[in-house]
């Protein structure tokens, strides 16, 4: 049982809007940043969103993070085939003391 | 651009220990946190613990307490975690992870080793 509650699945066909959401608590995510990772199977994690709502370098602006207080999403515009992959919600935890993840979303383009 | 390279695969026997090393290329990690990362075949990432080199021990998530140990020495850009008394369940591929942006332990992890499967069998 992850710390952080993410959808197992999402989908949607090719120029769709999908949206994930991230659902904690206090000591995470209402009171520390929250990361976004996409990962391809077979791969590392990739960094996709940064303290929030920030594209690392690289990231297409298709990606965007947003926060609400103990909860956050990803929105993936303009969905494409490629976006086919694993997305980890991520937040420091103040009460575990360490980094807590979310059961990951697994995202099928249609 | 920093990259971490990561030892090879392990099979080992239930009971024993396991080492892996992470090593930084392009540049070291003197002062950057340095976290470890484990995901078991078809579950999610799960954090074992970190270490920030320059400022002293490691932090470990409580699930792994006295179990596992993270060391690291920034001069050389090298990260060791060592697991003890593995079990079948530790069967997963192992990551590291650091933030070249920052030396905090709270702060997300923008590159990523290219991870290490250790295989816990009999």
Not at chain 1, 76 to 89: F, K, M, N, Q, V
Not at chain 2, 8 to 27: I, L, Q, R, T
Request: aromatic share 10%; proline share 4%; net charge neutral.
């Amino acid at each position: 049982q992850s710390v952080l509650t993410q959808p197992p699945s999402a989908s949607g066909t090719p120029g769709q809007r999908v949206t994930i959401s991230c659902s904690g608590g206090n000591s995470n995510i209402g009171n520390n940043y929250v990361y976004w990772y996409q990962q391809f199977a077979g791969a590392a994690p990739k960094l996709l969103i940064s303290t929030n709502d920030q594209r690392p370098s690289g990231v297409p602006d298709r990606f965007s993070g947003s926060k609400s207080g103990t909860s956050a999403s990803l929105a993936i515009t303009g969905l494409r085939s490629e976006d086919e992959a694993d997305y980890y919600c991520a937040a420091w935890d103040d009460s575990l003391n360490g980094w807590v993840f979310g059961g990951g979303t697994k995202v099928t383009v249609l | 651009q920093v990259q971490l390279v990561q030892s090879g695969a392990e099979v080992k026997n239930p009971g024993s220990s396991v080492k892996v090393s992470c090593k930084a290329s392009g540049d070291t990690f003197r002062t950057s946190a340095i976290n470890w990362v484990r995901q078991a075949p078809g579950q999610g990432l799960e954090w074992m613990g970190g270490i920030i080199p320059s400022f002293g021990p490691a932090k470990y998530a409580q699930k792994f307490q006295g179990r596992v140990t993270i060391i690291a020495d920034g001069s050389t850009g090298t990260a060791d975690m060592e697991l003890i008394s593995v079990r079948s369940d530790d069967t997963a591929v192992y990551y590291c992870a650091t933030n070249t942006l920052s030396s905090s332990l709270r702060h997300g992890f923008d590159i990523w080793g290219q991870g290490t499967l250790v295989t816990v069998s009999s």
